[in-house]
């Protein structure tokens, strides 16, 4: 192997000297495009590290001269959507709530919205759909334990039910009974209740009425059918937020009940709160 290099007679290009087995290295040199393609990409390489955030330091990153960041990129295109659509908050926000609902454009605008709104806030307890859970109310159908109206929906929202945080939440109990009733009198209420559903003997003069009437129909109403001023729900339909089957009944009487939804007129916007009373009217049940 000789260290000096030669020229082959067949390419009449350089070798580098290295030989092994007959066959040779070519001393080739790179392609000129393919060369200043290179050093245009270490070129591009190290404007973008001075032009962007790209070094990453302990806490945060290298700024770039272009001050360019996602998060400002972001602030800025809220601050124009919000731009955007500040009139149609503004009437969204002062428009009288029952009218409101006679605006189209107000309505699929503040669908739209109430819907993102709905999906960040309320559906981990409502269900993504917002068919509910147990001891969370579906709100896609017409039974309602605080009123549907367009007005009574929003005050909910605003005000929550039962929470500590709002002086004007939507108070009320259901009372856990078994001090004052003995087990079989909440067996049979319990019975009974069911039994209402499933529309059987609902207003007939029983015992099991009777104990109805001088228990339960303060908050229920003598015919079972519910209080929407208090929450208490109607015992007559299908329709059931903590379970219908007598285990579960025997125990909301015997127990109680205490559902909690949280307050939304402090932690939302005033067009976010209209949007999501729109939106959850506009899921099928609203009156
Ligand atoms: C932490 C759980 C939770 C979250 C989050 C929540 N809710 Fe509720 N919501 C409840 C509970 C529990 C009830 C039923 C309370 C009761 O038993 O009366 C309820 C009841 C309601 C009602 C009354 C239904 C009726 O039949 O009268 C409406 C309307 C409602 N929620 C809307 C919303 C909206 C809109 C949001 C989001 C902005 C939301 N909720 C977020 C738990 C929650
Ligand atoms: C002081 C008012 C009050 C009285 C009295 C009362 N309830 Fe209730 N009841 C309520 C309220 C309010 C709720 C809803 C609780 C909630 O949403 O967390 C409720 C819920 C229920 C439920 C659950 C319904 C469902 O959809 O799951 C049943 C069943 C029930 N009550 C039966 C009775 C029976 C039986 C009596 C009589 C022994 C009675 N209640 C007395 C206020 C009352």
């Known amino acids: 192997m000789s260290e000096k290099s030669e020229k082959t007679p067949v390419a009449e290009v350089e070798t580098t000297g290295h030989r092994w087995d007959g066959i040779e290295e070519l001393n080739t040199p790179l392609p000129r495009w393919w060369l200043w393609t290179f050093y245009a990409t270490i070129f591009w390489g190290l404007v973008y590290v001075v032009a962007y955030p790209a070094v990453p330091f302990k806490e945060s990153s290298s700024k770039g001269f272009l001050g360019w960041s996602t998060r400002a990129n972001l602030a800025k295109e809220l601050k124009h959507q919000t731009k955007k659509y500040a009139h149609l908050d503004q009437i969204l926000i002062t428009t009288d709530l029952g009218k409101l609902l006679n605006d189209r454009e107000l309505v699929q605008y503040a669908l739209a919205r109430g819907s993102s709104v709905f999906i960040s806030h309320c559906s981990q307890c409502h269900g993504a759909g917002a068919g509910g859970a147990f001891g969370y109310p579906n709100l896609l159908d017409d039974d309602w334990l605080w009123g549907g109206s367009i007005e009574n929906i929003a005050y909910t929202i605003n005000h929550g039910i039962r929470n500590t945080t709002d002086p004007d939440s939507q108070i009320s109990e259901m009372p856990a009974f078994d001090q004052t009733l003995k087990h079989d009198e909440i067996v049979t209420l319990a019975q009974y209740v069911i039994s209402l559903a499933k529309l059987e003997n609902a207003g007939e003069k029983t015992p099991e009425n009777e104990l109805f009437l001088e228990n339960c129909s303060g908050c229920h109403s003598e015919n079972a059918t519910g209080d929407e ?35 939304w007129g402090q932690r ?13 009217h506009g899921l099928g049940g609203g009156e």
């Open 229 to 263: 001023t208090l929450g208490a729900p109607d015992l007559t339909d299908a329709i059931w937020l903590y379970g219908s089957d007598i285990v579960s009944v025997k125990k909301t009487i015997s127990s109680g009940r205490y559902g909690v939804m949280p307050a």
């Open 268 to 280: 939302l916007s005033p067009a976010d709160l209209r949007s999501v009373s729109v939106y959850v």
